[in-house]
């Protein structure tokens, strides 16, 4: 998979494939935020995308290269716990490509009516993302759909666009802290750092709850492990990705695991000082960077608000403290 991941030039062309639909997201070092962390604090704004999530860019280069190639399908399925799922929806509805998508039950009620508004038919399978992901691949093989997965290298060529536009914004950063679902976001930042031939170390954030990339990079392997976060949708992961880890082995500095307390003290840290809505993997990276904040000073530090899409009752209750 290292092979494949995105060259400068390929990054720059996946950009031009992005701009069509959004402009670049902005990044700002938050006075507040900084004067909290006790260093320079910067914040890479994906919640200021059109689908509130940083996924849409890996979604808009997937569909390119699928037009690119001759090879768009008259339908998509793919799996989701949401913002990979308005991801494929808005690039289908773009292409005219049927669009379904397969969600555990109990996911993001607002997440689900978001991919329904972009033209997506929802199905409702299974208790988490694994078990979703697999009725997916059945499903579509049983219609002759095209599958979409969660990670791919047509991914990663449009989601390595977030970090090099960062990247290059803020060329002073010493360090980045990057949640990881599936992985996607995280390699991407590695695919950017490389392209750009830029000295940032880069430190993965896990939820403490779903340890499955922490796991398995210290055993060298694929460890499967249960998902028990009812705060980070977004990072709930019970398998990792093989060709994911092949990546994130080599380049990550470090992984840092993060709990849903510690997730939801950073949404109300961010909210107060930027007021930013961020979802529980939006927040996961600053709250890596709060944890070791003390190893920080001196240090020019980046984060991302990889997301804001989070269920309204779910944020008063997390903003209440409760």
Sequence with gaps: MSQALPTLSEIEAAARVVYREFAPTPQYRWATLSARLGTDCWLKHENHTPVGAFKVRGGL????????????????????????????????????????????????????????????????????????????????????????????????????????????????????????GLGSGACSAIAAKLALRHPVRIIGVVSAHATTYADSLAAGRVVEAPVSTRLADGMACRVADAAALEVLGPHLERIVQVSDDQIAQAMRLLFADTHNVAEGAGAAGFAAAWQERDTLRGQVVGTTLSGGNVDSDMLAAVLNGR
């Excluded at 690119?68 to 690039?91: D, F, K």
């Excluded at 049927?98 to 199905?123: D, F, Q, W, Y």
């Excluded at 988490?128 to 697999?134: G, K, L, N, P, Y």
């Design 61 to 180: 280069t997937y569909f390119d290269q699928l037009k690119h190639r001759g090879e768009l399908p008259r339908e998509v399925v793919s799996a989701t716990r949401g913002n990979h799922g308005q991801s494929v929806g808005w690039a289908a509805r773009a292409h005219g490509v049927a669009c379904t998508i397969v969600v555990p039950h109990g996911n993001s009620v607002e997440k689900n009516a978001a991919m329904r508004a972009l033209g997506a038919t929802l199905i409702e399978h299974g208790d988490d993302f694994q078990a979703s992901r697999e009725h997916a691949i059945e499903l579509a093989a049983a219609r002759g759909a095209h599958m979409v997965p969660s990670f791919h290298a047509d991914l990663l060529r449009g989601v390595s666009t977030c970090w090099w536009e960062f990247l290059r914004a803020a060329p002073q950063l010493d360090v980045l802290y990057v949640p990881i």
